[in-house]
């Protein structure tokens, strides 16, 4: 058996925690769980997708996005809008407060990239998201 220091599981949520442990020093003030902002930021990529789009794309099932969309929604950073041609969808739009956060945040999310990564070579960098992304699947 593993030792659990070397276990996958293990190293994986402790990478987790050290990753939130610097979100939170960069962006606390901003009262964005990581999964809000990463929202958002598919928003940044392209407004007015549907629930179930952001749903597809996040990897987020529909229940967990609605939830998050709720407190965006309530903080003001976005708003549904009643899609046009399926009245069972909306459209997930952001507001000026929400699009005018990304030119504050966008910057700020470079220094976490960075402070994340720090640890490794661009060649470790590379190989890691190759190796998440199969992990992923």
Same mark, same amino acid.
């Given at each position: 058996?593993t030792e659990v220091s070397k276990s996958i599981g293990f190293l994986l949520a402790k990478?987790?925690? !050290?990753?939130?442990?610097?979100?939170?020093?960069?962006?606390? %003030?901003?009262? +964005? $769980?990581?999964?809000?902002?990463? @929202?958002l930021r598919f928003l940044w990529e392209e407004d007015g997708v549907t629930q179930v789009?952001?749903?597809?794309?996040?990897?987020?099932?529909?229940?967990?996005?609605?939830?998050?969309?709720?407190?965006?929604?309530?903080?003001?950073?976005?708003? !549904?809008?009643?899609?046009?041609?399926?009245?069972?969808?909306? %459209?997930?739009? +952001? $507001?000026?407060?929400?699009?005018? @956060?990304?030119?504050?945040?966008?910057?700020?999310?470079?220094?976490?990239?960075?402070?994340?990564?720090?640890p490794l070579s661009p060649d470790e960098v590379e190989a890691l998201i190759l190796i998440?992304?199969?992990?992923?699947?």
């Amino acid at each position: 058996m593993t030792e659990v220091s070397k276990s996958i599981g293990f190293l994986l949520a402790k990478s987790y925690q !050290r990753a939130c442990a610097i979100y939170n020093e960069k962006f606390g %003030r901003y009262e +964005l $769980t990581p999964q809000q902002f990463g @929202l958002l930021r598919f928003l940044w990529e392209e407004d007015g997708v549907t629930q179930v789009e952001l749903s597809n794309r996040s990897h987020v099932d529909r229940t967990t996005i609605g939830g998050l969309i709720d407190r965006l929604e309530h903080s003001a950073l976005l708003k !549904r809008v009643p899609h046009p041609e399926d009245r069972r969808a909306y %459209r997930i739009f +952001l $507001t000026d407060a929400g699009k005018s @956060l990304e030119r504050e945040l966008a910057p700020l999310a470079e220094e976490l990239h960075v402070a994340i990564l720090e640890p490794l070579s661009p060649d470790e960098v590379e190989a890691l998201i190759l190796i998440l992304q199969k992990l992923k699947q």
